[in-house]
């Protein structure tokens, strides 16, 4: 009931190419849908969230598809750099103050120059 | 958005030692946390740090193995006692805002032999 289930686990594309990382969750409470980028050596960075109100949510290259129905939310990326080259983790929880972010696996994404 | 520091940066231990991580945030927040990290893996909640009680420890983890501290809204302490080599690991400070949005300090990366 609180897993959040990420894939892919790795992901190499080519410069310029939109890779997508997919999340599914189980808990209808979860309510606020993070995800992090973290690079080698250092700590998880807040990139992007959503809460389920909206279906889409764009910030520069980075963009956040949600399906309430489906349980499924992604994250898209516009014309990937070799600098976004980094793990991703996906996240949800019950946006309220006591409740606690459940974590994906985490997706390695390369992109290739 | 909250700015982390964690000290120290990284550290190798010997078995049976103990080692305390301090965490500081720029600003107020409202929930502090402690996270496990092994190289390629997900985050591992420790325990959520409650300003002026016991924190919340999640199953696995004891008070005695991870003792922690939150004397105000700005500052806690989590300490790996009687260190062992499976203790080796990244552990992560977070803290959340008042908007549910969470941060992560850039970690400690922790060596027992």
């Known amino acids: 009931q609180q897993q959040v289930k990420q894939s892919p686990q790795s992901l190499i594309v080519q410069k310029g190419g939109i890779p997508i990382i997919n999340c599914a969750y189980e808990?209808?409470?979860?309510?606020?849908f993070p995800w992090y980028q973290q690079f080698p050596g250092k700590g998880p960075a807040l990139l992007i969230a959503?809460?389920?109100?909206?279906s889409e949510k764009k910030e520069g290259r980075f963009t956040i598809s949600f399906n309430k129905s489906a349980k499924q939310f992604s994250l898209h990326i516009m014309d990937s750099q070799p600098g976004d080259s980094a793990t991703y983790f996906c996240a949800a929880s019950r946006g309220t103050s006591g409740s606690r972010l459940t974590f994906g696996e985490g997706t390695q994404l390369t992109v290739n120059p | 958005s909250a700015v982390i520091s964690q000290k120290p940066s990284r550290d190798i231990c010997q078995r049976g030692t103990s080692l305390t991580i301090q965490c500081q945030v720029d600003?107020?927040?409202?929930?502090m946390f402690w996270y496990r990290q092994q190289p390629g893996q997900s985050l591992t909640l420790i325990a959520t740090?409650?300003?002026?009680?016991?924190?919340?420890?999640e199953s696995g983890f004891v008070i005695d193995k991870f003792p922690i501290s939150r004397p105000n809204l700005t500052f806690s302490t989590l300490t790996v006692s009687n260190m062992s080599p499976e203790d080796s690991s990244i552990y992560l400070c977070?803290?959340?805002?008042?908007?549910?949005?969470?941060?992560f300090g850039p970690g400690t990366r922790l060596t027992v032999t």
């Open positions: 959503i809460r389920p109100d909206v």
């Open positions: 740090a409650n300003q002026g009680s016991e924190a919340t420890y």
């Open positions: 977070s803290a959340r805002d008042s908007s549910y949005e969470q941060y």
């Open positions: 600003s107020q927040v409202t929930m």
């Open positions: 808990n209808t409470a979860f309510d606020y």
